[in-house]
């Protein structure tokens, strides 16, 4: 095994854990970053979905007291009490200084005629705050350049598990690109691996977003908070294509058609000034949510297809191939447990980005994220570097690979690389089914019982050839990461946010001010 040594290891190539890495070395830290990628090639700040985004903040000028109550009004509001306020206020009071960095980094944004920066609404918002990027590619030379401007080692591998010694994170295993495994002792660790989308059948993010960083966090028995909450847009899906749904063109007659041809909003909203009024509340969020009456849709989709098996979006007259209406995962609200300086609850480990949670609620405001990943990303590196700094000697002790799977001799074998399909496929479809915007508490023990056999099935497996090793513990990661969502989602008894508990009464539920809620194991 190879033996590496540093002062912060940052985990994810994104744009969170490229400005904590930036950050780290501007501190004077010795900084290792490990992706399953290369750099800007993966995650939901480079993904080819949305090839780029907005990013809410408050410029030179706008940061008088009104402007950053509003702003911090609205985070909270949105949030339905589920956000960690004083986090939400760190984000508010610091997202002007995070764009200027971008710009300073030659990330460009669009701009008016007269060469201010453009700006536009985000989801669930009011005020038109967000700034959006002109350039895709841009954005990816930008991170990629001041990353090359900081001595930052970087490696390509896939994290197995994180390095625990007397409740302290000090580093992590990690299957590299040479199919040969490395430990990097490190005395500070910054996760920034991104979300966990792609644990369901069909999302829009890339699939390498399995929640990873939130099962490492979850077996080095760090503390995990909103995890049922998830951001679920209506999507058009084709083959292999998928995009977002149009949610102008909801307006259109019998846009909207059931398995059996039949239209599905003019079912459920017959009076059609009825109807208009709940496309138009939906106008002013592509997430499902039960924050407002647009809800109905998202209900009647999820009826429908329950009923005729599919949803099918109606819009060309001729079309070859008629495209299916889904409910498709998108991003994570909830993550790993984080204060002001970006640190978890277990010791040495800071997270910032999707993997982190706080300043986010049951409802997201739209580039509200990429806000968070720069603002926490710049926490999380200038005080990874600090408690680096404090610590004089890494303990260098032999350390097993405890609670790492297995290699097992031997070549490729068809027979568990088809378990693994097969594994995969069941704990996507399950969570499709059973996870979705409409839950009830059958339908998550049933989930809760297909998640465990699929664990049992692999830990029978006793581990994978190295040709199998990276996806026996992917697999591994959605058990973990879909369990927790799963077992959020029963104590959740609150409908809040895309989390819509239907076997509940509305009347019988708590206050939307529940609050956060810590998913312990």
């Known amino acids: ?6 002062d912060v290891l940052v985990i994810g190539g994104g744009a969170a854990g490229i400005r904590a890495a930036v950050e780290a070395a501007a501190h004077g ?23 780029g985004w907005g990013i809410q903040a408050l410029m030179e000028g706008e940061c008088s007291a009104q402007h950053i109550e509003s702003f911090y009004n609205e985070i909270v509001a949105v949030g339905q009490g589920a956000c960690d306020p004083k986090l939400a206020r760190i984000l508010v009071e610091e997202s002007g200084d995070r764009v200027k960095d971008l710009v300073s980094y030659g990330v460009r944004f669009k701009k008016t005629d007269d060469g201010r920066f453009h700006r536009a609404k985000g989801c669930f918002s009011e005020t038109e705050r967000a700034l959006i990027t002109a350039d895709f590619d841009n954005v990816r030379k930008a991170f990629l350049s001041i990353l090359r401007q900081h001595r930052v080692r970087i490696l390509t591998g896939t994290v197995i598990d994180l390095v625990v010694r007397d409740a302290v994170c000090a580093g992590a295993f990690i299957f590299d690109s040479a199919n040969t495994f490395s430990l990097i002792d490190a005395k500070a660790t910054i996760m920034a691996a991104g979300g966990g989308g792609a644990i369901y059948e069909n999302h829009l993010c890339g699939a390498e977003s399995t929640g990873d960083g939130y099962a490492l966090a979850i077996r080095a028995g760090a503390r995990l908070l909103n995890m049922e909450f998830i951001q679920f847009m209506l999507g058009i899906k084709s083959k292999e294509n998928r995009q977002f749904l149009p949610r102008h063109r909801l307006y259109q007659h019998n846009i909207l058609l059931d398995g059996m041809g039949k239209p599905v909003l003019e079912r459920c909203l017959p009076e059609a000034i009825q109807r208009e009024n709940v496309v138009r509340l939906r106008q002013n969020h592509c997430p499902a949510s039960t924050c407002d009456a647009s809800f109905i849709i998202d209900q009647s989709v999820w009826q429908a297809t329950r009923e005729t098996g599919s949803v099918f ?12 209406v889904v409910h498709m995962a998108h991003a994570f609200n909830g993550g790993i447990r984080i204060d002001a300086r970006a640190a978890s609850t277990l010791s040495g480990l800071f997270a910032a980005g999707e993997a982190a949670a706080g300043p986010h609620g049951a409802d997201r405001i739209g580039g509200c994220m990429m806000t968070a990943t720069q603002v926490f990303g710049k926490r999380a590196g200038q005080f990874a570097a600090q408690h680096a ?13 405890v609670g790492c799977p297995a290699l097992k001799p031997g070549e490729k074998s068809e027979i568990e690389r088809e378990m693994l399909d097969w594994l995969e496929h069941t704990i996507k479809h399950a969570m499709h089914t059973h996870v979705n915007v409409v839950r009830s508490k059958k339908g998550l023990e049933t989930c809760r019982r ?72």
């Open 1 to 6: 095994m190879n033996r590496l040594k540093t």
């Open 29 to 51: 830290a010795d900084v290792t970053l490990v992706s399953n990628a290369p750099v800007t090639a993966g995650g939901a700040t480079f993904s080819q979905v949305s090839r």
């Open 313 to 324: 979006w109606n819009a060309d007259r001729h079309p070859s191939v008629i495209p299916e």
């Open 389 to 401: 700094g404090q610590i004089k000697h890494l303990k260098l002790g032999a350390h097993p690979r």
């Open 450 to 521: 297909i998640l465990f056999d699929a664990r049992c099935r692999l830990a029978s497996m006793e581990g994978a050839t190295r040709e199998n090793y990276i996806r026996y513990n992917k697999v591994r990661n959605m058990i973990d990461v879909a369990g927790r969502v799963v077992e959020s989602a029963i104590r959740r008894k609150d409908s809040l946010g895309a989390h819509f508990r239907a076997d509940i009464a509305m009347a019988q539920q708590t206050s939307p001010s529940a609050g956060a809620m810590d998913c312990a194991a």
